[in-house]
């Protein structure tokens, strides 16, 4: 990371940024091409200090069949912030909040993981705990991003001087 002064390292901070985040974009290779698509997620910090994000399609589509190829991702999520637009336009921009990361998808085909992938999913979209059932499972396709490679960055507003 260039700005070393934006980065953020520690697990609690970047959990931060993933607790307002509800959409993360998932960017994949299609036949050489970059392919990326915004979607829900839920997330889990195992014991391991693996980040996981739990999302959920339809069972066929583009990305099912990219996934099948080759489970390799890169997912980002952002918080924006207030635009900053002072006289020099050269140094205009926002504050910000933005975790990145690199990782592999795994397809969960196991009914009792595939509900509580869900549960973790619905949870973090609405704060709602929800059980759901090997039937309601069945009806999605579910997937994890498993992750050791991420990290934040934050351009914060400023304090008070």
């Known amino acids: 990371m260039r700005r070393k002064d934006r980065e953020i390292k520690d697990r609690s901070e970047i959990e931060e940024i993933i607790l307002q985040c509800r959409t993360c974009h998932v960017a994949m290779v299609d036949n050489g091409m970059p392919y990326v698509i915004p979607m829900s997620f839920g997330y889990r910090f195992p014991s391991d200090g693996t980040l996981e994000l739990y999302l959920h399609s339809a069972h066929e589509g583009r990305k099912i069949e990219i996934l099948g190829k080759s489970n390799k991702v890169c997912f980002e999520m952002m918080v924006e912030g207030e635009s900053v637009f002072p006289d020099n336009p050269c140094v205009s921009g926002y504050y910000f909040a933005s975790v990145i990361g690199y990782g592999e998808a795994v397809f969960i085909r196991d009914a009792a993981e595939k509900c ?7 949870r973090h979209q609405t704060g709602r705990d929800v059980a759901f059932t090997d039937k309601e499972a069945e009806t999605v396709c579910v997937f994890k991003i498993v992750s050791t490679d991420f990290t934040g960055k934050k351009k914060p507003r400023p304090g008070p001087q």
Do not use: H, K, R
């Open 116 to 122: 509580e992938a869900l549960s973790v999913l619905f």
